[in-house]
């Protein structure tokens, strides 16, 4: 069974600095995706990165990056510039795929991150 | 990207009833799915449907405690019925966000926060 791994249940930051928060995950596929979803007190789940596992190049995404390692089936996530807005809980999740067809979505247990003006 | 809607966006209910959320997106869509967000967790899948045809349930999910209703392409329910205080959770409906693409990212919907009493 896949599973997702956060290890890091809260996280702090200075603003402007930068924050790294970690995610393994286990399985046997070869064909997924990766993503990191932020959820604010408002408690809308917003997209923030994803990453396809057949590319080897990092997915970038104006502050936000991502440190794929594929074979140590790490996912971890940059923030640079850290912005109060910043602040949320930030879940890993991870999607496989069969044959082109999606498989569910499973969540980590979720990163809080502060960010500290 | 796909808009979401819901309905309520929040409800306290006494213990032994029934609520019916409602989930609208803006685009046609081929799976939905209901998620739910027990307080301070992650989101733990409930079920997913697809017009046409029933609902697929995850494991500790029964579709005599929360049926679904998927009648076009556009628009769900999930009732949470007979409730006890375990039921109070945040429940959040989301969809893929294209019926045809293998880059996309499922898309939620602003989340209904329900408080059994």
């Known amino acids: 069974a896949q599973t997702v791994t956060q290890s890091q249940p809260e996280m702090s930051v200075q603003e402007a600095e930068t924050v790294t928060l970690s995610c393994t995950y286990d399985?046997?596929?070869?064909?997924?995706?990766l993503f990191w979803y932020k959820q604010p007190p408002s408690r809308q789940m917003i997209l923030v990165i994803r990453?396809?596992?057949?590319?080897?190049q990092n997915a970038t995404e104006n502050r936000f990056s991502v440190n794929f390692q594929k074979a140590a089936k790490s996912f971890s996530l940059k923030i640079s510039d850290s912005q109060l807005g910043d602040a949320a809980m930030y879940f890993c999740?991870?999607?496989?795929?069969?044959?082109?067809?999606?498989?569910?979505?499973?969540f980590g247990k979720g990163t809080k991150l502060s960010v500290k003006p | 990207s796909a808009v979401i809607s819901q309905k309520p966006s929040r409800d306290i209910c006494q213990r032994g009833t029934s609520l019916t959320i409602q989930c609208q997106v803006d685009?046609?869509?081929?799976?939905m799915f209901w998620y739910r967000q027990q307080p301070g967790q992650s989101l733990t899948l409930i079920a997913t449907?697809?017009?046409?045809?029933?609902?697929?349930?995850e494991s500790g999910f029964v579709i005599d405690k929360f049926p679904i209703s998927r009648p076009n392409l556009t628009f769900s329910t999930l009732t949470v019925s007979n409730m006890s205080p375990e039921d109070s959770s945040i429940y959040l409906c989301?969809?893929?966000?294209?019926?045809?693409?293998?880059?996309?990212?499922?898309?939620f919907g602003p989340g209904t926060r329900l408080t059994v009493l």
């Open positions: 999740a991870y999607r496989v795929l069969y044959g082109g067809s999606q498989g569910n979505l499973i």
């Open positions: 989301s969809v893929d966000g294209d019926r045809q693409g293998r880059q996309d990212p499922q898309y």
């Open positions: 990453q396809e596992a057949y590319k080897q």
């Open positions: 399985t046997s596929e070869s064909d997924y995706y």
């Open positions: 685009s046609q869509v081929t799976m």
């Open positions: 449907a697809n017009q046409g045809s029933e609902a697929t349930y």
